[in-house]
């Protein structure tokens, strides 16, 4: 079945940057667009962009413009989502998704990240 | 960016009761409309997508309906594991973009 596995929690400072990676199995990797949403404490849920697997060919919320980078790797079927210029509300759960048709339905686990002086 | 507003966005209601939230999109996004539910800590489940078509697996008493602009999400007997927060979300074009949720609490 669809699995999406991601890394564990990261505690960055200010100004540092961040990498999230998603590992993905039990499918064709490069079929399926896969996507980053995130979640800030208490809050609701954002979109950050999206990576087409099969020629790393991206799109990113304006937002995340030349501040998020996503890349694969499909010797590993794993997604990365870069993250720079941390600031404390940059503190959330990051999830990878895999959607169908721009229909996200299958998701990661989340990964926490803190940034914190 | 399309924008989607979703209300209430907080609900008390007892099991049993009949559940209906709102989700409203700032220009017409055809039937390009999913419901997500939410636990805490957990990722968010698709619930119903293309506005009205119900996921495999998920109870009937859930049901989606509208189109354009207006879309609604119906509990038909609220059970006590639909305690949960709720979200709109519309995939017509990119940027995808969520409603702001709507929390369902025991009242």
């Known amino acids: 079945q669809v699995q999406l596995v991601q890394s564990g929690a990261e505690v960055k400072k200010p100004g540092a940057s961040v990498k999230v990676s998603c590992r993905a199995s039990g499918y064709p990797f490069t079929t399926y667009f896969l996507h980053w949403v995130r979640q800030s404490p208490g809050q609701g849920l954002e979109w950050m962009g999206v990576?087409?697997?099969?020629?790393?060919?991206?799109i990113y919320a304006q937002r995340f413009l030349g501040r998020a980078t996503m890349t694969r790797d499909t010797s590993t079927t794993t997604v990365y989502m870069e993250l720079s210029s941390l600031r404390s509300e940059d503190t959330a759960v990051y999830y990878c998704?895999?959607?169908?048709?721009?229909?996200?339905?299958?998701w990661g686990q989340g990964t926490l990240v803190t940034v914190s002086s | 960016d399309l924008q989607m507003t979703q209300s209430p966005s907080t609900l008390s209601a007892s099991v049993g009761d009949r559940v209906t939230i709102t989700c409203r999109a700032s220009?017409?996004?055809?039937?390009?409309l999913a419901w997500f539910q939410q636990k805490p800590g957990k990722a968010p489940n698709v619930l119903i997508y293309k506005a009205s078509s119900l996921e495999s697996g998920v109870p009937f008493r859930f049901s989606g309906s509208g189109s354009g602009t207006e879309f609604t999400l119906t509990i038909s007997s609220l059970q006590p594991d639909d305690f949960a927060t709720y979200y709109c979300q519309q995939y017509d074009a990119y940027p995808l973009t969520f409603g702001g949720g709507t929390k369902v609490e025991i009242k």
């Open positions: 990576i087409n697997p099969s020629d790393g060919s991206t």
């Open positions: 998704a895999r959607s169908s048709q721009q229909l996200v339905r299958s």
């Open positions: 220009q017409s996004i055809g039937t390009w």
